[in-house]
């Protein structure tokens, strides 16, 4: 089962590390190529009719890929957290594009905001986004 994060724990919940996926690059690189996350994911069905926005510095790659790989494995890629989003995404914060005083981005305040109007939005670390799509 994966962890939701409430705002206060992200910071020490998505410090930078090595994914903990079997995700591996060609020649030991950290990024991934559209190609494999399709060769790796591309059956995966247990995102099928998510809607999964992703907000912050992805370490592995690209978001275009990301979003290609959702449409794939039949989930909808968002730009924004709606009350559609199902799961919201999170690499790693950076404070630098926050509005000034926020404690996170404007879309996991967004995300949390709604949880607490009862919607079921998972607030995942992409490592953890990575260990869903392996189940």
Known sequence: MQESFLIEEL????????????????????????????????????????????????????????????A??????SRGVTAKTSILVVGVPNPAAWKEGAAASKKLEKATALREKGKPIRVLSEEDFFALLEE
Do not use: W
Not at 15 to 32: C, H, I, Q
Not at 72 to 77: K, Q
């Open 72 to 77: 794939v494995v039949e989930a909808s890629p």
């Open 11 to 70: 910071e020490s919940a998505l410090l930078p590390s090595k994914p903990k996926s079997r995700l591996s690059s060609p020649k030991g690189a950290d990024t991934f190529t559209v190609e494999k996350l399709l060769q790796q994911f591309g059956t995966s069905t247990v995102l099928q009719g998510e809607f999964v926005c992703f907000t912050g510095t992805l370490e592995s790659g690209r978001r275009a890929d990301l979003e290609e790989l959702l």
